[in-house]
Every structure is written in structure tokens, then in C-alpha cells.
């Protein structure tokens, strides 16, 4: 029988709790997605802060429980059958975590499908594209000279503000109910801040955007899922 101390992850991030959920994440887009999600779900967990440094998710540690190295990834020894398993990326977490509790996931099939189908409309379109913008635009790519691929990103996040906009005209979240993918959407959207795009890509005219993020913000399991785990 598998136990948690068998993941050899737990060698260089030991559970203090081994009970509860592990969580391996640092707070960036993807890795908030969990720790919010966490919250809102109220599943006891421990967070380990897991840096961006390849020391960390390079690590023969970090790779035996994801071996794309990028966070977020989880250990549930509560899994399936009440044996642990282990996880990563963020969208199949979510998936996970909601289908664990039968909550933010939509009540019925139809309502699960529209979740499902936000859910990877971000994960598939609204956060790698977004994550380009910001590589072209605060990271390195903004000192290339060829500003093609950066206006690239530019027009297609326009387009993807452009499609939420108009969906959350009447409603207060994505999929009806709060769900499993507000919380993936709700903070890429924050990152154009970060990134410092928000005027390049007209955020001030997305009025249902702007009224959504500030809806999102002040749920207080988003306030302390944001800052969780906390940076060194």
C-alpha cells in the first residue's frame, strides 16, 4: 500500500502534516488557481513553497511528481480508493478537487459541461496567450526589436477580453454559479496588471471584466489563496 512518505518529493518538502493535501505551488496564475481552490473547497492542506528556480522544480524531487517542472502539483493521500495520488497541472487539479467534494463544478451534466468548457477555454486560449503577452511585454521578448510577435499577443488578448466581456454581460460569473473556472480565469485577468498591459489592451473599457475581477478579489478564500504559499 502506498503511503505518502513513498512520493519521493516528500524527501526535500516534508509534510509537517501527512494527513492533509500537499500542496507544491508558487503564487503565479496557474498556482493560485489551487490554493484558492483549496480554500473555497475548505480541504486541509499544506502548502510548500516550490520556487521557479530549476533548483527547485529541476529537482529529481519535483520531477518524480511532475516531470513537465512547472507548478502547481498536489498529493492527495486521501485519493481515489483511499490511496494517495499524485497530480499536476492546474486545470486537471481543479477537475480533481471539484469532483472530490461535488462542489464548484456545476449541479448537474449540463452545468458541468459549461464549467468544463471555460475551464479549458482558459487553459487552452486565455492563459498561454496571456502569458506570451507578458513575456513580449515585460519579460525578455520586450527588448526584441521585431515587434510583430508581440502585437500578436496583443490582438489575440483583445479578442479573448473581448469574448468574457461580452459572455459575463448579465451575469456574475462565467458559468452561472461561481465555479471551478472563475477561478482559473479570474487570475490571469489579474495579471495583466503584473504585466503592466492592462492600457496596450483596453482593460478600462471591459466594464463587465473590471466588475467581475473586482467581484472575484474580494471573496475572502481568493484573498488568502493569492498569497498562499507565501513568497521567502
Known amino acids: 500500500m502506498i503511503a505518502l512518505k513513498d512520493f519521493p518529493i516528500t524527501k526535500r518538502w516534508p509534510a509537517e502534516n ?7 505551488s508558487f503564487p503565479t496564475p496557474n498556482g493560485v488557481k489551487v490554493s484558492i481552490a483549496l480554500e473555497e473547497l475548505g480541504i486541509p492542506y499544506e502548502a510548500h513553497l516550490v520556487t521557479l528556480s530549476d533548483a ?5 524531487e519535483f520531477l518524480s511528481l511532475n516531470p513537465n ?7 492527495d493521500p ?54 506570451q503577452l507578458g513575456f513580449f511585454s515585460k519579460f525578455a521578448g520586450s527588448e526584441w526589436e521585431d515587434k510583430r510577435p508581440q502585437q500578436r499577443y496583443i490582438d489575440e488578448a483583445k479578442r479573448l477580453l473581448a469574448v468574457l466581456d461580452n459572455e459575463l454581460e ?3 460569473w462565467i458559468a452561472g454559479e461561481y465555479s471551478i473556472a472563475d477561478i482559473a480565469i479570474a487570475p490571469w485577468l489579474r495579471a495583466l496588471e503584473f504585466y503592466g498591459t492592462r492600457e496596450i489592451v483596453g482593460w478600462e473599457s471591459h466594464k463587465n471584466l473590471v466588475a467581475y475581477l473586482d467581484r472575484f478579489l474580494a471573496r475572502p478564500a481568493v484573498q488568502v489563496g493569492l498569497v498562499t504559499p507565501a513568497r521567502d
Open 18 to 24: 501527512p494527513d492533509r493535501l500537499q500542496l507544491y
Open 56 to 60: 527547485d522544480v529541476k529537482s529529481p
Open 69 to 75: 517542472n512547472k507548478i502547481p502539483a498536489i498529493i
Open 78 to 131: 486521501n485519493g481515489p480508493d483511499g490511496q494517495p495520488i499524485g497530480l499536476f497541472e492546474s486545470g486537471a487539479i481543479l477537475l480533481y478537487l471539484a469532483n472530490k467534494t461535488g462542489k464548484l463544478a456545476g449541479r448537474n451534466d449540463a452545468e458541468k459541461a459549461k464549467v468544463t468548457q471555460w475551464l479549458m477555454f482558459q487553459m487552452g486560449g486565455l492563459g498561454p496567450m496571456l502569458g
Open 170 to 172: 448579465d451575469k456574475d
